[in-house]
């Protein structure tokens, strides 16, 4: 084979807004396959909000990426070569293999995925790091009981809109906060929100109070900011607040707003903590069962928002950061 | 008895700095007592940073004080006429009696305490309600274990300095961020702390990374603002934030500061948790057989900071938060 790779390597740390000029475009040859390793075509490559956070300096739960390195993405391909007993030519593989065409790595840095009764983009997705974020996010922080008001922001995205209908599978009365009546609609029609709130056309405070009279029990928040400041404004007693991410303040982090209303958490006896998901790795096979299961048999939506085009990528992160995706957004790289 | 009372009355609900332009002073005679009515001489009024809310309009834990109405305080003192079979002449009691001099109640709203074993002005102090606070909101909200690292705010305050002597107590190890060398000094060598640090003349950020190496465990906050930024900034791995109060921002809640430091709860998975000691009234007496047991042993130093003179209280309670009282700042009204 000789097959040429392209990649996009973090250039600068971004101070505002992420854009081209953070990444280096970089041709290169692929290296021969050593025993163990395995070549990795890459279909599918996620683009999640954390990347942010990944290109910041600083401690974080993992290690920033540094200039010069592949950009950190959760990946889904085709093994094209095999020097590996564990994996052969044809496997379907998901993985982090970072913002690439191929990968060389070793066998175990990637896992056989079953991409007949579930599409292979589907574990970057709902099966795959924002399908566990919200499965475990929910259940095990959130810690709904059947009856209770949920409330996710983002709801419309690769997590919120997961959230919201696992709330609904476990008998939970569900608001979703998101941007635009069109996935306002969609979060209510096809996927069986209780209610939308538009952020960008309502009063946020007012529409929580509106279908929330009794209170949130359970705040889901993706999205930090004044959306988190009016949810805390409208807890119930022993509501549990689910720091999931803060969207809002990725691309402002020198002036990173905090949540004014944080007080109401006295008042309301109520608790905001915060998860990293892959504290949840070991349990990974109990939520991929319920998830795979649940979209089998169409009891869960898990819709793609596909940018076409290896090099569309960093266009495909500004289209995330400026909340234009419905559902979860992939780089989709083509056929061969 | 022809005895005339003096009251502190809210007059007007404060935006800023209260002062005695809030309070109307105001005299009147005590009514007669009727059948299951008591009439007690108060000695102690305890001044705590909660009033500042009780003095603001709007939704929280109790209702706020009314205009017109005697300013809600806790009280401790003596019985001086008693139409109630429940209490006599000369018993000692406790209860929310007000700012002012006397009361005529019924015998259910105090309750009589033993103030030969522990002085009677401890009884709105260790073995009140911020002594409760302390005590449920370090075990049962921070939940302490045994050599993790306790870090408290407002520590040589009336709940601080009980908070950081009952971690002792439990094996912890404890920091008390306190305003000046005085009080520094103090919660050091008289109440054995591990170490202090000295808001107003250290770097917290920097004197934390110093004192607390493997990052904080239980932060217990009752000042809220910067500090409580750079508590959140040195968390460790799954730690307890007890968000008790926030006396920093009280003055100025209009413009209250969240706390912008807030990802840190999903960086480390940790948890800032709300309570109000008022849902801990039926575990009082748990907590009053430990807490009293302390202080008779000497394990326990619940200092008191008397203030001298009912007419006193308005400059008293801006000393409180003024920061100016070491220990339980509490007014004594003097002897008949």
Known sequence: MDLVNHQFRLAARPTGMVGREHFDYVE????????????VKIDYISLDPAMRGWMAEG???????????????????????????????G??????????EYAVCDAGA??????????????VGALGMPGMTAYFGLLEIGAPKEGETVVVSGAAGAVGSLVGQIAKLKGCRVVGIAGGPE????????????????????????????????????????VGGEILDAALARLARGARVVICGAISQYNNLENMRGPSNYM?????????????????????A?????????????????R????????????????????????????????D
């Open 183 to 222: 996935k306002c609609g969609w979060i209510v029609d096809e996927l069986g929100f209780d209610a939308a709130i538009d952020y960008k056309g309502e009063d946020v405070g007012q529409a929580l109070r509106k279908h929330c009279p009794e209170g949130i029990d359970v705040y889901f928040d993706n």
């Open 286 to 302: 109990e939520a991929m069962g319920d998830m795979g299961a649940w979209i089998a048999e169409g009891k869960l939506i898990a």
């Open 304 to 335: 793609e928002d596909f940018v076409e085009g290896f090099d569309s990528f960093p266009d495909a992160l500004a289209k995330l950061f400026a909340g234009e995706n419905v559902g979860k957004l992939v780089l989709a790289l083509g056929g």
């Open 59 to 89: 401690r974080s739960y993992v290690p920033p990426v540094q200039i010069g390195e592949v950009m950190r993405a959760a990946t889904a391909g085709e093994i094209l070569g095999s020097k590996s007993d564990k994996l052969v030519v």
């Open 110 to 123: 990637v896992f056989k995925v079953d991409a007949d009764t579930v599409s292979l983009s589907k574990y």
């Open 28 to 39: 290169e040859p692929l290296p021969e396959l050593e025993d163990g390793q395995v070549l």
């Open 264 to 284: 109401s958490l006295l008042v309301n006896r109520a608790r905001m903590e915060g998860f990293v998901v892959i504290d949840y790795m070991g349990r990974m």
């Open 91 to 100: 496997d379907k593989v998901s993985g982090w293999l970072g913002v690439q």
